[in-house]
């Protein structure tokens, strides 16, 4: 389960303008109005974190990447 407080404070730290609940709307697969890159970025980070448990820190290649999907912002 993906926390969207820790998301919110990840992507803060970076500048993103989304508020909690923007976050916990995107989580839901919700519409939120922003900035497009604020919300490419959470979508991204969403997915970062639903792929996190397959991450091998000791594979010395780290040839593993998420599959991520470039996401076209809601229009």
Same mark, same amino acid.
């Given at each position: 389960?993906? *926390?969207s407080?820790t998301?919110?404070?990840? /992507? $803060?730290?970076?500048g993103?303008?989304?508020?909690g609940?923007?976050?916990t709307?995107?989580?839901? &697969? =919700?519409r *939120?109005?922003g900035? $497009? =890159?604020?919300i490419? @970025? *959470? /979508?991204n980070?969403?997915k970062? +974190? @639903?792929?996190? @448990?397959q991450?091998?820190?000791? &594979?010395?290649? /780290?040839?593993?990447?998420p599959p991520l999907? =470039? +996401?076209?912002p +809601? &229009?």
């Amino acid at each position: 389960m993906i *926390v969207s407080g820790t998301i919110h404070s990840t /992507l $803060k730290i970076k500048g993103n303008t989304l508020a909690g609940e923007q976050i916990t709307a995107l989580l839901e &697969n =919700k519409r *939120v109005i922003g900035p $497009k =890159k604020d919300i490419a @970025e *959470v /979508l991204n980070a969403i997915k970062i +974190y @639903e792929h996190l @448990e397959q991450y091998n820190p000791t &594979n010395k290649n /780290l040839a593993w990447r998420p599959p991520l999907k =470039k +996401y076209e912002p +809601y &229009n």
